[in-house]
């Protein structure tokens, strides 16, 4: 976009940065109530915080009619005020409207203090029974009858924070809504037409004051009418969200770069000492990762692939490609145990020297490294975060691969890239993505998709048992230590879902799990690692099980991804239940990686739900990642994919309900069809989308969208 529009779109959109502390009447303590739990200092967060339901204050019943356990709308008299006898007792307020009494209930006495016998009210709020008398605490409106036309009768209930009553959020809101500017139409008009959606701002204003657009509507036509406003939101956020992806994905491969097309002569000495063929789909990803490092233009790629795809070799021979062309790669991983392994492998493996980089390298042995790089000896370098610290330079750094790169910031992503000219990306995630995530988080890049097994591999046997069966299990792993895998028995893991014992779950902690298991199999034999060890005591114990020093190391998820010990056979999660599915399949992922049958035993609560050993059957009846990952999807309503998140869709604030996948694809297609008539976003719609990417913080979305 021209940088005139873009001023432009600021200056219209300027009203809607504004401050919540520029609203009236909203001092410094509301306001700080309000910005927590809106989760944004400005009127715009304000607007997008959509209520999570509505309240209907239409039922008015006389007293002596009024059913318990519902909001109701009383015209009441004030008859008595019963002021409290000891400190931290309510007040009390008798109301009564000829056919019955209640009591008005309040812990605070500022409301009670001023109603006074004779008082005319009209109050809505939850009535409840207690004993023989009818009550309502603290009621959500108390006006006096003459006001009575004030509260409306469809109330839309927002998420509060402590402190902070609907009233004050209404009133902002009323206030936020008068400063929308008038906004041109971004969507396309046939879209609107056939969905029946309204515009922008009356969407706004429909879902967060419903009451006003009650009159000439029944029930049914108002909740289709307000349907249909949260999925024309969802639609624009989609739309913002699809437009930067698809144009960040267009300009990468735009993007000048260097064409490396090497003579394969690496790759082959690599696959020699590897002593198998890659499977087809390593080479058919290889195809596709060789066409990208061929073309002149910079390479965006993520590659996907399943528990114990290959992903590995994959990566070293796109880095023996750039090595053909006297170039330096370099994989940065997220742990350094898995480092180690990643270099041991490459080591094993390359024709050309590997470097290893990470934090715990000190002295001869980091200097020797950092010198091996900046000059070129070394082509092939492995490493932490510590690949991208200053003070470590690139001779040529041409390809940066990412391995499982979810885990590194967006800042982390770009150093590294930074650390060469014209640096191709080859980003990898061993966890399966859904097809929905794939265009929401990964739209700007191209996929590929790396599922099977190599050669040798065989099934994981999973099997799901009660939790009450926990004995047999024990039995059966002091079996298989004695004499599983080869001579020196099986080696076995062991997941629970928290570190240590807690008062409210009663669930599976590792630490106790530890010891419980420590008394049973002998100390010496069993580890224990979880995310609050410090790092180096982790470490050694992800160490000592590899080294098969442990036999059985008890663990929190921790060792999800990227652990790789090929004499583990045996995965027991303890309350499979309380896992995702994709996690689950990662967890399962950590056996079955030699030639030895292994087996994944997943143990759940006694009293199993329905959908949830559903859930659990899926696992035992498939090992494929992605089909997994779809349905994990589908079951759990998105919730972000590494588990930070467990419900909602990830980076979305209005976007979600039960059409989220074909709106998410019709945003798709516009974004397409409309970039492809116009690139620049110039026309009418384009400058009408181009506030719409600005609205939802788009704008200056592709540096970061090009790091991956």
Request: charged content about 25%; some cysteine.
């Amino acid at each position: 976009m021209d940088p005139a529009p873009l001023a432009g779109a600021a200056a219209l959109l300027a009203p809607l940065r504004a401050p919540i502390t520029s609203l009236p009447s909203l001092g410094p303590g509301l306001a700080g109530l309000l910005v927590r739990a809106i989760g944004g200092p400005t009127l715009l967060d304000l607007l997008f915080h959509l209520p999570e339901g509505l309240i209907d204050r239409r039922y008015r019943p006389r007293l002596v009619d009024a059913r318990p356990g519902h909001i109701a709308t009383l015209a009441v008299t004030v008859q008595r005020l019963d002021r409290p006898q000891r400190p931290r007792q309510p007040w009390r307020v008798l109301v009564g409207d000829g056919t019955g009494t209640a009591d008005l209930v309040f812990f605070s006495p500022h409301q009670a203090r001023g109603l006074i016998p004779g008082t005319e009210l009209l109050v809505s709020g939850r009535l409840e029974r207690y004993g023989n008398r009818l009550s309502m605490a603290h009621p959500d409106h108390l006006l006096p009858r003459a006001r009575a036309g004030e509260l409306p009768p469809l109330e839309a209930a927002w998420p509060l924070t402590t402190g902070l009553l609907p009233r004050v959020v209404a009133r902002s809101l009323r206030a936020a809504l008068d400063r929308l500017p008038d906004l041109p139409e971004w969507l396309e008009p046939s879209v609107v037409a056939r969905e029946g959606w309204p515009g922008f701002a009356q969407a706004l204003h429909l879902l967060h004051f419903p009451g006003d657009s009650l009159a000439g509507s029944d029930d049914g036509h108002l909740a289709g009418r307000l349907e249909a406003a949260r999925e024309r939101l969802g639609c624009d956020e989609l739309l913002a969200s699809q437009v930067a992806m698809v144009r960040a994905r267009r300009r990468s491969r735009e993007r000048p770069g260097r064409s490396l097309a090497g003579d394969g002569s690496l790759r082959r000495l690599a696959l020699a000492s590897f002593g198998h063929q890659p499977t087809p789909a390593q080479r058919h990803v290889l195809a596709e990762i060789d066409a990208d490092l061929a073309a002149p233009t910079r390479m965006l790629r993520l590659l996907q692939g399943d528990v114990g795809a290959g992903k590995t070799l994959v990566a070293l021979l796109a880095m023996l490609r750039a090595a053909e062309c006297g170039l330096q790669s370099a994989l940065m991983v997220p742990t350094e145990i898995l480092a180690r392994q990643h270099h041991a492998t490459l080591e094993r493996l390359s024709p050309v020297p590997v470097a290893l980089l990470t934090g715990s390298i000190k002295g001869r042995a980091r200097r020797q490294a950092l010198d091996d790089l900046a000059t070129g000896r070394v082509q092939l370098a492995v490493g932490t975060h510590a690949l991208f610290q200053h003070g470590v330079a690139f001779a040529d750094l041409a390809l940066a691969v990412i391995d499982e790169q979810h885990r590194f910031g967006v800042e982390q992503r770009l150093m590294l890239g930074d650390k060469g000219e014209q640096t191709d990306i080859l980003a990898m995630t061993a966890t399966p993505i859904p097809r929905t995530l794939l265009l929401t988080q990964w739209g700007e890049m191209q996929v590929s998709r790396l599922d099977g097994k190599p050669p040798g591999r065989k099934p994981i046997r999973t099997s799901l048992h009660p939790i009450g069966a926990i004995e047999e299990v024990c039995a059966g792993i002091a079996r298989a230590l004695a004499g599983g895998a080869q001579a020196g028995g099986a080696q076995a893991f062991w997941v629970c879902p928290l570190v240590s014992e807690s008062e409210l779950l009663d669930v599976a902690a590792a630490e106790a799990r530890h010891a419980a298991l420590t008394a049973r199999f002998g100390v010496g034999r069993v580890g224990l690692a979880h995310g609050r060890q410090d790092v180096a005591l982790r470490e050694a114990a992800l160490a000592d099980f590899a080294a098969g020093r442990t036999r059985i190391l008890v663990a929190t998820t921790v060792i999800e991804v990227g652990v790789d010990v090929r004499g583990a056979t045996i995965m027991v999660i303890e309350h499979a239940e309380r896992f995702g599915l994709a996690q689950l399949h990662q967890l399962r992922g950590r056996v079955g990686r030699g030639g030895d049958v292994s087996y994944c035993l997943l143990l759940h609560d006694d009293a199993l739900a329905g959908n949830a050993r559903q859930r659990l059957s899926l696992l035992r009846e498939t090992e494929d990642g992605f089909l997994i990952a779809d349905e994990d999807h589908r079951l759990r309503g998105g919730g972000d994919l590494m588990g930070r998140r467990q419900s909602g869709l990830p980076g979305f604030r209005l976007a979600a309900g039960p059409r989220f996948d074909e709106l998410l694809r019709l945003a798709w297609q516009d974004a397409e069809m409309l970039l492809d008539r116009d690139a620049t976003l110039s026309s009418a719609r384009g400058r009408a989308v181009g506030l719409l990417l600005d609205l939802f913080g788009r704008a200056d979305a592709l540096r970061t969208l090009h790091s991956g």
